[in-house]
């Protein structure tokens, strides 16, 4: 069974530009979650969806992130405009459906703000 | 809010040292209490995990008790490897809501031959 998939897996940008991360759950995967891991923290949830719709997003920072999760299946994550304080790495999780224990999360995407 | 502390890191032990990384939460309700394993270069994966009071999850020689008493879910381990060198997270899936999962800051082991 293939994992969660994330691209890409490095990215460094300046301040103020745009970036995107995308998530490839795993197969039949209902819910799905994007994670911000800051250097030296635990991740903290960013936005959880179930199927198409969002369950919860009560940490995202509207102003400047935004997600989607078309069809129900890939996501995608945007910051727009980036800060400096965005650097961490960005962790994608799925799980078979909301109240589940388990989590499977992919690698990450590591974001350098410069 | 519900949350998770952990013990300070770094941890730093010889192969086959007895391992113990404490871990206490503060959380409404029943939650689920978990350990997640961070191997160098790779994702979060789940290691262990309990459900309900004076439960105990085991695996990989890894296990935690979830005592609702002291409000704690400490890791241990009796012989610690090489292999087993990691950032070793404590969480809590809260209960009611969007269950979703909170994490402590992290613990990192590193096992010397």
């Known amino acids: 069974e293939a994992g969660v998939a994330q691209s890409p897996r490095y990215k460094i940008i300046e301040k103020r530009q745009s970036v995107a991360f995308w998530c490839n759950p795993i197969s039949g995967h209902a819910t799905l979650y994007w994670y911000q891991q800051i250097l030296g923290q635990g991740p903290k949830l960013l936005i959880q969806f179930q199927n198409n719709g969002v369950v919860d997003d009560s940490q995202l920072p509207k102003d400047r992130f935004s997600a989607e999760r078309l069809k129900g299946v890939d996501s995608t994550l945007k910051i727009q405009p980036a800060k400096l304080e965005d650097s961490a790495v960005y962790l994608c999780?799925?799980?078979?459906?909301?109240?589940?224990?388990?989590?499977?999360f992919g690698p990450g995407t590591r974001l350098t703000v410069l | 809010g519900n949350s998770v502390t952990q013990m300070e890191g770094p941890v730093t032990l010889s192969e086959e040292a007895f391992l113990t990384i404490n871990c206490t939460y503060t959380a409404t309700g029943y939650p689920s209490l978990f350990w997640y394993v961070q191997y160098p270069g790779e994702g979060l994966q789940l290691l262990l995990k309990a459900t309900k009071a004076d439960d105990k999850g085991s695996n990989k020689g890894f296990e935690a008790t979830y005592r609702k008493e002291t409000t704690s879910f400490h890791l241990e381990k009796g012989s610690v490897q090489v292999s087993d060198s990691a950032v070793y997270f404590c969480?809590?899936?809260?209960?009611?809501?969007?269950?979703?999962?909170?994490f402590g800051k992290g613990t990192k082991l590193t096992v010397n031959p």
């Open positions: 969480a809590l899936r809260e209960w009611g809501g969007s269950e979703k999962l909170v």
């Open positions: 999780a799925s799980s078979p459906e909301a109240g589940t224990d388990t989590q499977y």
